[in-house]
């Protein structure tokens, strides 16, 4: 500003500006040397800092800058009086370092002091980021952080403040809890090894360092998006692997496998070292475990595999590692998804290729039935089509609800995708299981490029869906008014049939429009009508004219002068459903104060609290409950059977569908199809509402009329990423996936598990107290007819000597964790766990083969968690549950195991293929 200040003309301010580069460099070189000529203790503060800040990978505050100064490398205590006064480091630095007034953030004066810093790096710093990396790490090993946290823990302090606590003693923990391995590997190997095995190989200081970490990063989004981050108090059981790994120090990987440590250590979430290597893309690391002899296909408690994020990620050189030495490129993770199925939706196609050239199947298909060109033509990644169509994918791939790659590709508006599909000969009409075609599903999202596509293309826009909706319903009743016009403009002849059509529910497109409160496309279509049909099909009334113009004084002026307030339109609806449908408070509650029928029935039965609770306005549904008093009905039905929280799911408003609940509506009220609210929600794709009505109470299992569930329904409308939320759906898939092949294969499902597991104390129950176990889950799941005959069955083993059912119910053991996650009386995980109890012996005998069997099958897919036991036939039920679904993996986990429970050495092989097939 100064050089700016001192020039007297325009020529001469640019003149400044285009020098001052070269002035600042002057200027910097000139402060250096007045640093040089300070004190020794002076200088050495002022490099020092230089340094710090110059090659800090974040924001740094003055308090953790202090503290890294203060820090003598290899120390184990703190010194304190070592600390220096922040104006003091400063004034060393002669004004080459600022601190900001509100954050305490330390910075360089200027940006381009940091090239200059850097262009310099040889000479003023030559080992700046070995000296970073074992000063954090004498830091994070410091006995003051130990014996702190320890007092804290004894007086009883939570652990949130536990943490801030740490933090706000020893300040820079933080910063070297998340970034001492980024400095490391810019480190001279040969000078961190001692300080790295230190801390690495000591459990406690780790799990110190991770907690920390989570107090520090949340002032750091920009390292949330590049690293993986665990939530802050569930991230137990890491090892110094784990860590070497997650930032891709290859050669202390190397030194702590020869110290002995588990190449295959879990933590809790089941991830191990290889696991974070392939996350965030560490080759080196990464060749080192396998090397030494990694599990190439460890999963995690969700099911994935080193390869699902090698994919995931694009990181090509670690799937090519992996696929080496051996990782299964068509293995299955959640959905029953293969790498080829990632790959086609992050549209990797490098990724992708090399997948195929390991022989990758292009036909293999997930739970719902897609093949990798329904991802790729979901997401409009061409060249990945044009890939997968070339290696003989077929254009016309159905999944289990009848959706082509075409429907994907019209639903979510990728145009160029579905001119791709049709140059490939796809069945423009073909129409899904609720009888709709592509250009249904493209009308009802907008996309007006891909209609334009397909009616290009001779797509039918009068054929229509099983609820007798043709496209200009779907288009009407989004409010997409130029989709209407455009489909009425497609085909003259055919408009007068367009705007006459009638759904099931006796809707015209006008009257789809009207419902879903877009009077604009509503406006539109009358006219239409009034063209085609005659002048009094699309007339209204003043106080329906005013209503729609949002005018609140002619409103009053028109009911003043006599308007009649409960007068039906030719759509058969009020005033009142229509200031609802607009979501217009004030007009409302003039229409109510006139004595406007709260309990108006249309012609589809729609009452104004319906209408409200479409709108997703918390306040006007409000307003309509405080009419109760005068007759309005939470319960009431339309003709379609649906009440207001079945509107309300369809919303997507949290607050409306909550003020619902809390007033009285039925959760498990059931529509005309058998949909309760939480399929509406579903379907409509509302995660939020979704988990709102299943905190309530809401049944997660119930089906429809035509047995889909609550994840099917969603499915259906294309709202993927909702059927893939594992937090709302794992505890529930096995279930809803097998459910109805349990009892024809019951009974001899326990034959064979007595036969495969002989009848010990020590881990599975007597013969006779086998149909009991199954009993016990069976009313967890509710199934009454296969209650009963296990009653039966349990009678009829204790009259052959075997426990009474008195008996075996009294010792309460091994109830399957699931039953107590489903049982309607259990609300809580923790409750869940109460009902699994031990095997009656905890002894090492048994423990090894059940935590196998748990670890290796149960956990991953989210049945329970990782440290329980289960016993042996309980894992049998559920694989029989799951076996469609991980019926490969479950075989080679059962057929190659190694462990042998002692005791029973005489225990025969497992025929783990047969049992499944049976």
């Given at each position: 500003m100064q050089v700016i200040i001192e020039a007297l003309t325009k020529s001469e301010i640019r003149k400044s500006l285009k020098n001052l580069s070269a002035n600042l460099s002057q200027a910097f070189e000139a402060t250096l040397r007045r640093i040089d000529n300070e004190p020794r203790n002076r200088q050495r503060v002022a490099l020092q800092s230089l340094m710090w800040i110059s090659h800090a990978r974040s924001p740094f505050r003055i308090n953790e800058l202090r503290h890294a100064l203060a820090t003598q490398i290899g120390d184990t205590e703190l010194d304190?009086?070592?600390?220096?006064?922040?104006?003091?480091?400063?004034?060393?630095?002669?004004g080459l370092v600022v601190i900001d007034d509100e954050s305490s953030i330390v910075r360089l004066v200027h940006h381009t002091l940091q090239d200059f810093l850097h262009a310099r790096q040889q000479n003023m710093f030559p080992d700046a980021e070995t000296q970073i990396t074992n000063t954090c790490l004498t830091y994070l090993c410091l006995q003051e952080a130990d014996s702190s946290q320890l007092a804290r823990e004894v007086d009883g302090l939570a652990d949130g403040h536990r943490e801030g606590q740490s933090l706000h003693e020893l300040p820079f923990l933080g910063y070297a809890s998340a970034h001492w391995g980024d400095h490391a590997k810019q480190a001279a190997p040969n000078e961190i090894d001692v300080l790295a095995l230190k801390f690495l190989t000591n459990p406690s200081k780790i799990e110190r360092a991770e907690q920390n970490k989570f107090q520090y990063l949340p002032m750091q989004p920009d390292l949330l998006l590049h690293r993986r981050i665990r939530p802050r108090h569930d991230c137990g059981n890491l090892t110094g692997l784990h860590v070497a790994a997650r930032f891709g120090l290859a050669k202390l990987l190397d030194l702590l496998l020869t110290e002995g440590l588990d190449t295959d250590a879990i933590d809790s979430h089941r991830n191990t070292a290889l696991h974070e290597a392939a996350w965030n893309g560490h080759v080196e690391a990464a060749q080192v475990?396998?090397?030494?002899?990694?599990?190439?296909?460890?999963i995690t408690s969700e099911g994935a595999t080193p390869l699902n994020f090698a994919v995931s990620f694009a990181h090509k050189d670690i799937l090519l590692e992996l696929l080496k030495y051996g990782a299964d490129p068509n293995e299955r993770f959640g959905d029953y998804w293969t790498p080829l199925h990632l790959a086609a939706d992050k549209g990797h196609i490098e990724i992708?290729?090399?997948?195929l050239r390991y022989k990758a199947s292009i036909h293999s298909v997930s739970a719902r039935g897609l093949v990798a060109l329904h991802r790729a033509a979901g997401r409009g990644h061409l060249e990945i089509m044009k890939l997968l169509l070339k290696e003989g994918s077929s254009v016309d791939d159905i999944t289990w609800d009848e959706w082509t790659p075409l429907h994907g590709a019209s639903s979510s508006g990728q145009h160029e995708a579905v001119r791709l599909l049709l140059e490939?000969?796809?069945?423009?009409?073909h129409q899904s299981f609720d009888g709709r075609n592509p250009l249904h599903r493209a009308c009802r999202g907008g996309h007006y490029l891909t209609v334009s596509v397909l009616l290009e293309r001779g797509a039918n826009h009068l054929v229509p869906d099983s609820g007798g909706n043709i496209s200009l319903h779907r288009a009407a009743k989004g409010g997409h008014k130029k989709i209407c016009r455009l489909l009425l403009d497609h085909d003259p002849s055919s408009q007068s049939a367009q705007v006459s059509a009638r759904s099931v529910c006796g809707r015209t497109p006008r009257g789809e429009a009207s419902y879903s409160g877009h009077w604009k496309t509503a406006a539109l279509l009358k006219e239409e009508e009034i063209l085609h049909n005659g002048p009094g099909s699309g007339c209204r009334s003043d106080l329906e004219i005013a209503i729609a113009n949002d005018d609140l004084g002619r409103v009053k002026e028109l009911l003043k002068h006599g308007a009649e307030v409960n007068e039906w339109n030719t759509d058969s609806i009020t005033p009142l459903h229509q200031a609802l449908l607009l979501g217009n408070e004030a007009i409302a509650e003039v229409l109510l104060?006139?004595?406007?029928?709260?309990?108006?029935?249309?012609?589809?039965?729609?009452?104004?609290?319906?209408?409200?609770?479409?709108?997703?306005?918390?306040?006007i549904v409000r307003l309509c409950?405080?009419?109760?008093d005068h007759g309005a009905d939470i319960v009431a039905r339309t003709t379609d059977g649906q009440t207001a929280l079945h509107k309300a799911g369809k919303s997507g408003s949290?607050?409306?569908?909550k003020l619902l609940i809390e007033r009285g509506a039925d959760l498990e009220a059931r529509d005309n199809w058998g949909w309760r609210p939480l399929h509406t929600a579903s379907a409509a794709g509302f995660k939020d509402i979704v988990e709102l009505l299943i905190a309530e109470g809401a049944d997660l299992e119930a089906r429809d009329k035509d047995g889909r569930t609550v994840q099917a329904c969603a499915a259906g409308s294309g709202h993927h990423a909702l059927v893939e939320n594992r937090d709302i759906f794992s505890a529930y898939q096995i279930i809803q996936a097998s459910r109805s092949q349990f009892q024809s294969s019951l009974q001899q499902l326990t034959d064979d598990v007595v036969k495969t597991f002989p009848s010990t104390d020590d881990y599975v129950p007597a013969d006779a107290a086998l149909p009991l176990q199954f009993q016990h889950v069976c009313r967890g799941l509710g199934n009454l007819d296969v209650d009963g005959l296990l009653k039966k069955a349990a009678a009829s083993a204790a009259l052959q000597g075997g426990p009474s059912v008195a008996e075996e119910a009294r010792s309460a053991p091994l109830v399957l964790s699931m039953v107590g996650l489903i049982n309607k009386e259990t609300q809580n995980r923790s409750t869940a766990w109460k009902l699994s109890a031990r095997p009656r012996d905890s002894t090492n005998r048994t423990l090894k083969f059940h935590r196998l069997i748990t670890e290796s099958i149960v956990s991953p897919f989210g049945f329970m968690g990782a440290n329980r036991v289960t016993p042996p036939w309980q894992t049998t039920l559920v694989v029989t549950y799951n076996a469609m679904r991980y019926k490969d993996r479950v075989i080679s986990t059962l057929e190659n195991s190694s462990y042998v429970v002692k005791r029973s050495a005489q225990m025969p092989k497992i025929d783990a293929r047969g049992l499944i097939e049976k």
């Open positions: 304190r009086d070592n600390l220096l006064q922040p104006r003091f480091i400063i004034e060393c630095c002669s475990l396998l090397l030494r002899g990694a599990e190439v296909e460890p992708l290729k090399i997948l490939h000969g796809a069945a423009i009409d104060q006139n004595k406007a029928n709260i309990n108006a029935r249309t012609a589809d039965g729609w009452r104004p609290l319906h209408c409200a609770a479409k709108k997703g306005n918390e306040s409950l405080n009419h109760l949290v607050p409306t569908t």
